[in-house]
């Protein structure tokens, strides 16, 4: 059997980004992959936040585009044009981002185990027993979850995660068509609280994809639809299909149990509103990084527990804020949709949403929007209350 100090079951982003912090705070540590290959088949949609040069280290070589605003569409097309002055968001290589993770831990001095898949986890005593394996049992006084949605190790302890589906066409239109730094966005109340984007990667070329409640046939019949219909997708030459799963954000869900931690996806740490998740796991791989230390430092697990209380102080207001706006989302019929986009458009909220919008942080731009009473004017004066509530 080997022993570590840390084992980290997932070499996905997050999961490599933290074992790589524990390995140079000085640990033995180990990732235990379940895969051959790490970040394929591709399941994202590669947009993330500026902040993310700000969490973690993005050499300018995985950028593929930079993004300065978005088309906001209505189902009736109302469109908000929304932007900024500088790159608000980067479109990645995700594949290719994620394998530098990897090599960075393995730089670090972190033992990378692929096609290990693990069994089940004893959180007591720090054993992870995995399956048709040379290696059956691993020990680590710590023990990081980072093995996604459906997580074996947050299972151990936890309840099965509740999920988004997700679908993603590549696509080539052959020509000149994408304003290459903005992204559409569309809404429609069949697939709420998701929605539709085309992410573009070239004035040519595109990610097209939606999440939604639905399953994969739901999903490809509502995309082939969005296609069809938007004039920027006419004609387009699908390339590449892509479908994943997006974890529903469980407020619930327990983070630590004795010797276990989890991280990213296996700890449900995603936006309500849009599915996205890197930056919010970078940031929790940070914190769990400096209590898991302490923890192995002062030979003391209980030390754990201030990983989620770190979580919880950094994260509870924005989720609480980005669920309550998830749930106005589902109510809204595609009609309420219409108007709410009108009313924007005539109260001028492009300009607001262009100034205060953020991709990870939406409370400050609610917070404006309620500060100014466009909220009142534009939602029914229940879900206006529930949005106000939240700051008193």
Known sequence: MKNYDVVVVGAGPIGST???????????????????????????????GKKIKKVNIL?????????????????????????????????????????????LASNSGVDIFFN?????????????????????????????????????????F????????????????GEKRFKNDFVHLYVDSKISPGFFWTIPLSETTARVGLFADANYQDLTMHLNKLISKRPELDGVSILKKYYGVIPKQDSHKRLVKDRVILLGDAASQVKPTTGGGLIMGFTSAEMASKVASQALEAEDTTLL??????????????????????????????????YMFRKL??????????????????????????KQGIIFSILPKMLSRRLSSLWK
């Not at 235990?32 to 591709?42: D, Q, R």
């Not at 936890?158 to 997700?166: I, K, R």
């Not at 207001?317 to 980005?322: A, D, G, S, T, Y």
């Open 305 to 338: 527990e201030n990983y989620s209380k770190s979580y919880n102080d950094k994260f509870k207001k924005e989720l609480k804020v980005q669920i309550m706006v998830h749930k106005v989302f589902k109510s809204l019929s595609n009609s309420d949709l219409e």
């Open 345 to 370: 458009k005539e109260e001028g909220a492009e300009d607001m949403i262009s100034k205060f919008g953020d991709l990870d942080t939406q409370s400050t731009l609610i917070k404006e929007m309620l």
């Open 59 to 103: 050499p300018d070589e995985f950028i593929i585009n930079s993004v300065n605003g978005a088309f906001l569409h209505s189902p009736g097309d109302t469109v908000l044009s929304v932007s900024k002055s500088k790159p608000e968001a980067y479109v990645l290589d995700r594949v290719g981002y994620d394998k530098f993770l990897a090599e």
């Open 18 to 48: 933290f074992a790589r912090s524990m390995a140079e705070n000085g640990f033995k540590v180990a990732i235990l992959e379940k895969k051959k290959e790490i970040g394929v088949p591709l399941q994202c949609a590669g947009l993330l």
């Open 158 to 173: 936890n309840l099965p995660a509740e999920s988004f589906q997700a679908a993603q066409y590549l696509v080539d239109a």
């Open 116 to 156: 290990h898949k693990v069994a089940n986890v004893d959180s007591i005593n720090g054993l992870v027993s995995l399956k048709n394996s040379e290696i059956t049992k691993i020990s680590g006084n710590v023990i990081a979850g980072a093995d996604g949605h459906s997580s074996i190790v947050s299972r151990s």
